[in-house]
Every structure is written in structure tokens, then in C-alpha cells.
């Protein structure tokens, strides 16, 4: 079985200061991780992904990931946050050694920021 | 290019209906998976085909069925509707059925059941 967890529902930031979203995960085997975003009614947008490699993962609007294999944590990252970041954002895990490709999501963590 | 497109985008429907939802993948994506998202949490996965063979199915009622077509589109059946099947039914694509690339998600159809 594969789980993930967001432990914060909502993260206030401050326009300019950098920002932290927090998610954990639990796989039997070895993980693919993502990040999505989602805005006021629409679908989940593609922010970034771990498969293997360097730990620090960049991805789209200047967001990154760190990968930690001990903590089993993939918190996404961002040095400034903009106002226009503000919005719905989802961790997703899928176990490597499944046939398929279901992902696994997160409870979402609402992120605001202020100017 | 064109993204996943859903339709229909609203839908209200009342208790024992049945129900079809419709998607059509990026071009020259092989695998589709549906998902359904209640109000206030993260999208649960419900099925993913690929080559037009079920692939994956998750913990979803036999109310629930789908299907792809030779295009790779999708359709996703929901019949004797519940009050609790409310939620945005959300439609990814994906090049290949097991691959590390991401699913690209559609906008999704908001079905509303009275």
C-alpha cells in the first residue's frame, strides 16, 4: 500500500519570504514523487517530479523539491513566494514496481500569500 | 497542442441515475486514468487504461465502469447514483501505461447529484 501525507492544511506566507509545503509518504518499494497545483476550478497542473538522481528536483515558477529517503519526505519548496502562487497544492506518490501508473495524493495543502 | 479535454464540465443528476463522463487524451497518449475528487480533499484513483485494457482499478463500487476506445478515449459510467458520488471527476493522460512520466489532468467534470 502505498500513503502520503500533507500535515499542514494551509500555509500563510508573506509576498517575497520563501515558502515550505510539507509531505511525507509511505511506498513498499522505491517512489516516484510529484507535485501538483491546483487553481479555483480547474484541473491539477504539473509542478514537478523525483524518479532518481540529484535530490534537489527544479521544477515550473521556480519551485523545487527535496527528496529525503530517510525522512520519506518530498517538501515543496520555493525561495519568493509570489501572491499569483496562492492556491491548492497536492504531493502524489507512485510505488516504481506497480505495473501501472495510479498515483496516490495527498489531502492538498492550501497555500496563501500576501502582499 | 491540445491538453485532456472532459466533458461535459457541469453536470446535476439526481439519486439513481447513471451517469457517462468523457475524455479525450492528449495526442498520442496511450494511457487514460479517472479520478474523482471530493470537495475539500485529494483526488482518489479509480481506473486507468491503456491499449485499451484495464490496467489498474481502485476501491470503487461495481456502479462504477469504464471504458477506452481504439482513439484512446475514455468514458467512465457511473450508474444508481448516490448522493455521495458528488464530486469533480478529473481525467489524466499519460504517454504509456507504467512509465515515470507524469499524468497531465484535464479540468474535469463537476457532477452534482440532488
Known amino acids: 500500500a502505498q500513503s502520503v501525507a500533507q500535515p499542514e492544511d494551509q500555509v500563510n506566507v508573506a509576498e517575497g519570504n520563501p515558502l515550505t509545503v510539507k509531505c511525507t509518504y509511505s511506498?513498499?518499494?522505491?517512489?516516484?514523487l510529484f507535485w501538483y497545483v491546483q487553481y479555483p476550478n480547474r484541473g491539477l497542473q504539473f509542478l514537478l517530479k523525483?524518479?532518481?538522481?540529484?535530490?534537489l528536483v527544479k521544477g515550473s515558477y521556480g519551485f523545487e523539491a527535496e527528496f529525503n529517503k530517510s525522512q520519506t519526505s518530498f517538501h515543496l519548496k520555493k525561495p519568493s513566494a509570489l501572491v499569483s502562487d496562492s492556491a491548492l497544492y497536492f504531493c502524489a506518490v507512485r510505488d516504481r514496481n506497480n505495473a501501472g501508473n495510479m498515483l496516490t495524493f495527498g489531502g492538498g495543502t492550501r497555500l496563501m500569500v500576501k502582499p | 497542442d491540445a491538453g485532456v479535454t472532459q466533458s461535459p464540465t457541469h453536470l446535476i443528476k439526481t439519486r439513481g441515475q447513471h451517469v457517462t463522463l468523457r475524455c479525450s487524451p492528449i495526442?498520442?497518449?496511450?494511457?487514460v486514468s479517472w479520478y474523482q475528487q471530493v470537495l475539500g480533499q485529494g483526488p482518489q484513483f479509480i481506473f486507468q487504461y491503456y491499449e485499451k485494457e484495464e490496467r489498474g482499478r481502485g476501491n470503487f463500487p461495481d456502479r462504477f465502469s469504464a471504458r477506452q476506445f481504439p482513439n484512446y478515449s475514455s468514458e467512465l459510467n457511473v450508474n444508481a447514483l448516490l448522493l455521495g458520488d458528488s464530486a469533480l471527476y478529473l481525467c489524466a493522460s499519460s504517454p504509456s501505461g507504467g512509465s515515470n512520466q507524469p499524468q497531465h489532468f484535464g479540468d474535469g467534470t463537476r457532477l452534482s447529484i440532488l
Open positions: 511506498v513498499s518499494g522505491n517512489p516516484y
Open positions: 523525483y524518479i532518481t538522481g540529484d535530490n
Open positions: 495526442s498520442g497518449h496511450k494511457s
